[in-house]
């Protein structure tokens, strides 16, 4: 019996010991664990820092490479400088080619469209050639600019006259009563040379004015005094109408 006690006491002190060892570890071993997490998290967030700071490194070191600074002396520079002249160079290039557009033969200007055509002249003054007598004429006109045109005619007969006026045409202008629908007009005045033919042949100064009046998109009216400056002075006044063209660009 005593025996038997013995033992259930030793084994209730064994329990107990063990007991308290393991009650007084725990402690220890959760203070451990935390400790190595620590450390691990610790590991863990100094790697990827050093990985974000080199990743940052080698873009800044990119950029900074494909940045090229051009030496002088180099082909580069050479062809930084050249680049301005050979802009300039282009607009002058592309300057006359701009200003030869508004210049064309046959050209509509402002007091109406080129023609061709037929009229009568009437001598005024003189009789030195065929402009100082009632004769046939062929009467043209040629626009080359806006406001300049060219107007060749001939006036046949005897020592038959070729008329080689400039002139400057002015733009549309009303005529008429207000009340009843306008008639256009657009005056010219010129200057140029008259070439008389036949035995006495002759080059003079030549003035020339009159007007033109459209009488639809295909025959302009045309009246004029024309006054040649030979021997003495011829003066004409012709009446006729022209058939109108289209003109083409130079």
């Not at 200003?99 to 007091?111: C, N």
């Not at 009467?139 to 006026?165: E, M, Y």
């Not at 207000?178 to 002759?202: N, R």
């Amino acid at each position: 019996m005593n025996t038997i006690v013995f033992h259930k006491t030793a084994f209730g002190v064994l329990s107990l010991t063990a007991v308290a060892v393991l009650g007084g570890g725990m402690p220890a071993v959760a203070e451990n664990l935390d400790t190595i997490g620590t450390q691990q998290l610790t590991q863990v967030s100094e790697t990827e820092v050093q990985a974000n700071t080199q990743a940052v490194s080698n873009s800044a070191h990119e950029t900074v490479s494909s940045i090229v600074i051009p030496t002088p002396g180099t082909v580069e520079t050479s062809s930084a400088a050249l680049a301005p002249q050979n802009s300039q160079s282009t607009s002058q290039t592309a300057a006359p080619n701009v200003a030869q557009a508004d210049i064309g033969i046959g050209t509509t200007t402002r007091g109406g469209s080129s023609y061709i055509g037929v009229a009568a002249n009437i001598g005024l003054s003189g009789g030195d050639s065929a402009l100082g007598d009632g004769n046939f004429m062929i009467i043209s006109k040629i626009g080359f600019t806006r406001a300049f045109s060219v107007r060749p005619s001939a006036v046949l007969g005897d020592n038959t006259v070729f008329l080689i006026p400039v002139s400057y045409d002015f733009s549309f202008q009303q005529l008429g009563d207000p009340l009843s629908e306008a008639l256009p007009i657009a005056p010219y005045v010129g200057a140029g040379a008259a070439i008389k033919t036949g035995g006495d042949s002759q080059v003079s100064l030549l003035l020339s004015g009159g007007v033109d009046v459209p009488l639809n998109s295909q025959f302009t009216a045309n009246a004029a005094v024309n006054a040649a400056f030979f021997d003495e002075t011829d003066i004409g006044l012709s009446i006729g109408v022209g058939y109108n063209f289209g003109g083409f660009g130079i």
